[in-house]
């Protein structure tokens, strides 16, 4: 990163998530734009998004149609409370949600994030069990390695160890996990890989039946 680049701005009031600031402020990454499937950084070098944002720009970064829409709606309305208050888009938009889903999943909640998804949806649940005379369903059961968010209930129901074990004493009771499903040793990547990351034609050393299938 240049120094021209840097030039003015403190590094030191941010604090990053799932960084290791430290290290990142002494030889920090900046990125200035984006456009299509690339970054743009303060040195005008091209990055590929490879990620999407955080599986989040799947449409492409920059993509006029919803910059035209984002200003509209900012010109319109930029904001309502959801508190006894509504917006005739709101409820457009989740009907076309409930057309779409399966079943009888024919209601909507909105959130702004993947957390705040996650722990409404454990309220949800435990205030439906309660609500219908069942409160004694208490329990959650997640799964090792899976990430739900970074809110209490999803370090919670979440698998990461590094993210639950600093809060471990405070964290939601009743909380169970089903073992994981990768095998690193048996579904490695490796070139002329098949089945699972075995070459064609040969077991993993110590596979069980379900492996050799």
């Known amino acids: 990163m240049s120094q021209t680049a840097l030039s003015g701005l403190s590094l030191d009031e941010l604090w990053m998530p799932f960084t290791a600031n430290k290290a990142f402020k002494k030889a920090p990454r900046l990125v200035a734009s984006a456009k299509g499937m ?18 989040c720009v799947n449409a492409g ?8 829409a984002i200003a509209r709606s900012a010109a319109t309305l930029d904001y309502a ?15 076309q949600l ?3 889903a399966p079943g009888d999943l024919d209601h909507v909640f909105f959130t702004n994030s993947g957390s705040e998804a996650i722990d409404s949806a454990l309220k949800i649940a435990i205030a439906y069990h309660q609500a219908r005379g069942d409160g004694q369903r208490t329990r959650f059961v997640g799964r090792q390695r ?9 370090i919670a129901v979440g698998g990461i160890p590094a993210n639950r074990n600093p809060y471990l004493p405070y964290l939601m009771p009743h909380v169970d996990h089903l073992p994981h499903t990768h095998w690193h040793r048996r579904e490695f990547l ?10 064609p034609g040969r077991r993993a050393r110590g596979a069980g039946p379900a492996a050799r299938r």
């Open 146 to 154: 899976g990430y739900h968010g970074v809110g209490f209930g999803g």
């Open 190 to 199: 490796q070139q002329g890989a098949a089945g699972g990351g075995r070459r």
């Open 98 to 100: 409930a057309e779409l």
């Open 61 to 68: 970064h920059g993509r006029e149609q919803i910059v035209e």
């Open 81 to 95: 409370p959801g508190f006894n208050l509504g917006h005739p888009l709101s409820f457009q938009l989740a009907t």
């Open 38 to 55: 690339y970054y743009t950084d303060v040195d005008g070098n091209e990055i590929l998004d490879g990620t999407a944002g955080l599986w």
